[in-house]
Every structure is written in C-alpha cells, then in structure tokens.
C-alpha cells in the first residue's frame, strides 16, 4: 500500500503547508515513513539557506510528527523530487496546489505537471485549502477500462481493506450514449476488486457533458480520497496523465493519487 514512506515537496506557502499537513496524516495512518524536502536551484547558495530555513518552518508546523528534513539540489523542483523519491526509496510524493488557483480545487503549475508527466512513483496532489480529517472515509477510483485500471482496482481495493474503508469504483459518462457498456466494464471492475480483496465495490456512473460537470455530480465525503491510474502511454513505473484525467484533477475536490504504470 502506498504510503510506506512519503516524500513531501514543502514551499513555504499555503500549498506547502496543506502537502505538509496531508503527509503527516498519511504517515500517521499508515505507520510510514515521512521525508520533507525543499528543493533549490544549483549553484545558489542564498537559496540553499532558504530552504534550510523552510525546513524549519516545516518543523515547526508538524510538531512532534517524526520527520526527516532535506534540502535537494535540482534544476526543478519537479524533477528533484522524482529524483529524490528514487533515491531515498519513497513511494508517494505529495505536493500542494499552485499559487492563484480556484479555492478548494488543485491547480497544476509547474512541479505537478513534472510529476505528473514523469514521476517514477505515485504523485499525490492537495486541493487549496484542505485540511485533512482524522482518519480517511472511502477510497475511490477513477475507472476506464484498460490494462493499468484493472491493476489499479486491485491495488486500491487491498488499500481499502487494510485502511478499513469502503471502495467506490467511478466512471464518467460524457454523453457517449455508451451506458451498457460502461455498466459492464464496472462489473468486470466489481469482480477483479472481490477476488483481489474480498470487498463488495461501489460502483458509479456520472453523467455531464463534460468532466467538470461530470465530476460535479458525484457526491464526495469529507474524507475521501481519489485514485487514477496513469495513461496507456506512460512509459513502465512511470506516471503519465492524459488530457482527460488533468481534467479530473483540476476539477477534483479532494487530494488526488496518480499510480504510476505498473505500481506494485
């Protein structure tokens, strides 16, 4: 189950702030291990102080939450944390919203969209202005049918039934005029999530002309948490969005995890 060893990308932001809070209620959870890392340009040693000072910040905020603290060097603040994830064997990197997005939704800036496009673990991304509730209340995952969803299903459904939590498996009906298949491949979902757990799956079809709308109409708990799988064109054990799922996240008003192609 992902969450064994968290990497948090901190910036002393909002943004930063809510990822900080968010990794430290993953770890506390799942028993896991939690790094906190402030990643700076090469050959500035200003802003190598600065991020030591964050680190500070940070340590202040999370209290007596056991944390190792690192600054990284790297010519991106994506790429460093893809990179450290790697290196310290970490198996989530959570990151905040950008600066300027919509109030309680994720907006992509720059370390997301590396992440998203090239992280070689699962990347989760925190809405502006979430506050994390004690414990988690269901899991639910994005569905379409194809080979990295099927072994998503599996995995997300082991998650669920070590976190004790129920198991929603959602697809989006963007007017396709496609419901029974749609029905069908949520069935084939229902049963890989049985035979991989034993939990009796939710199933939910929303409806919109398009994702926003479509992502509006589902109803989610203050505790919830959404999974996609990456794209069919993500390379193996990488994470790689497709237009349609940046959509989902954007629209999302809960933290989002991407698996990466592969997970295990």
């Not at 190598?48 to 010519?75: C, I, K, T």
């Not at 569905?143 to 004790?164: H, I």
């Amino acid at each position: 189950m992902i969450g064994e060893h968290v990497v948090v990308g901190y910036t002393h932001d909002s943004g930063g702030r809510e990822a900080l809070a968010m990794g430290g209620a993953i770890t506390r959870v799942t028993g896991g291990e939690l790094t906190v890392a402030t990643v700076y340009p090469p050959k500035s040693p200003g802003l190598a102080v600065e991020a030591q000072a964050n680190l500070a910040h940070a340590a202040m905020q999370l209290g007596d939450v056991p944390a190792e603290y690192l600054a990284f060097e790297s010519r991106g603040a994506g790429r460093g944390l893809g990179v450290l994830a790697s290196r310290i064997r970490a198996d989530l990197v959570v990151i905040g919203s950008a600066a300027g997005g919509q109030n309680g939704h994720i907006s992509v800036g720059s370390t997301a969209d590396h992440l998203l496009h090239l992280s070689p673990e699962a990347v989760m991304l925190v809405p502006d202005g979430y506050e994390p509730p004690e414990d988690p209340e269901r899991l639910t995952l994005m569905y379409v049918r194809r080979p990295q969803a099927d072994e998503a299903v599996e995995r997300v459904a082991q998650a669920a039934l070590r976190l004790g939590v129920p198991l929603r498996l959602v697809t989006l009906d963007l007017r396709t005029g496609e419901d029974d298949r749609l029905r069908d491949d949520l069935a084939l979902a229902v049963r890989l999530a049985w035979e991989s757990s034993g939990l009796e799956a939710e199933t939910e079809i929303a409806e919109g002309f398009d994702v926003s709308a479509a992502m509006q109409a589902i109803e989610w708990l203050p505790g919830e948490l959404l999974v996609c799988a990456a794209s069919e064109d993500a390379q193996a054990h990488r994470v790689f969005v497709g237009e349609a799922a940046v959509k989902v996240v954007r629209a999302s008003t809960c933290p989002v995890t991407v698996l990466p192609r592969g997970y295990a």
